[in-house]
């Protein structure tokens, strides 16, 4: 269990740019050759991972699914997550939601009451306008960590929603008739709750499922409707 968390930990590592030398994560992970191979021939049978000749690919969401196991395997959470780049957290989000007929605008940015604002994602599919926060990880995520960070994605969103008529063209819902806003945390791992106050938090792992359950539980979860003519 130690030497293949290690030897994943060396994979997230070295695979930032898609791919590396298998005998560079033999030694960056300190195993033996045998004992890499291995592992890196298991993990490739279970599609976490590609191995071409002499080196090991990995795409982003495969770099998330390893990042998952090493730490199912007992790694350090932060350890973990410095081998992840933001970007590529944020793109797996994107591409779940895109693959579910969302278009996304990401780093949303807006004035209301003089003040700024930002949302990592708004994924729009009418009737809804799904505002997304990725957290990779942070201190104490488990718990009060989460729930500090469901409940300020919870206010943006309250206030994308009642900005939304003067904002309607920058969000991308100039044309309808209506608009549902729901706030969601994605995360790398769960938190102890799946909701705070019925603002859920997501496993990345599983948000294209989320997204696909989203409309037939509505009234499970937190949204502000929206009538816009």
């Known amino acids: 269990m130690i030497v293949e968390r290690e030897v994943l930990i060396s994979v997230l590592n070295l695979t930032k740019n ?6 560079d994560v033999i030694r960056d992970a300190k195993v ?16 976490i991972l590609r191995i071409a000749g002499s080196a090991v690919m990995a795409t982003p969401e495969q770099r998330l699914r390893i990042a998952i196991k090493a730490v199912s395997l007992g790694a350090d959470v932060e350890r973990v997550c410095k081998h992840l780049r933001w970007e590529e957290f944020e793109e797996i989000s994107a591409i779940a939601l895109e693959a579910n007929g969302f278009k996304v605008k990401k780093h949303f940015r807006f ?37 500090k960070v469901a409940e300020k994605q919870i206010e943006r969103t309250r206030i994308l929603a009642e900005a939304s008529a003067k904002l309607a063209k920058k969000i991308g819902i100039d044309g309808w008739d209506q608009a549902c806003f729901v706030p969601v945390i ?34 499970e979860i937190d949204h502000y409707w929206v009538f816009l003519h």
């Open 186 to 219: 994605v995360s790398l791992l769960p938190s102890i709750s799946k909701f705070h106050k019925a603002s859920p938090i997501v496993p990345i792992i599983q948000l294209r499922s989320f997204i696909q359950a989203m409309p037939a539980h509505l009234d």
């Open 111 to 147: 004035v209301w009451n003089r003040k700024r604002f930002e949302i990592d994602l708004v994924a729009l599919k009418r009737p809804f306008v799904v505002c997304v926060d990725c957290k990779r990880w942070c201190q104490g995520w488990m718990g009060a960590a989460s729930r």
């Open 32 to 47: 033996s050759t045998q004992a890499a191979c291995q592992i890196l021939d298991r993990n490739m049978a279970s599609g």
């Open 18 to 23: 898609g791919k590396a030398r298998i005998k």
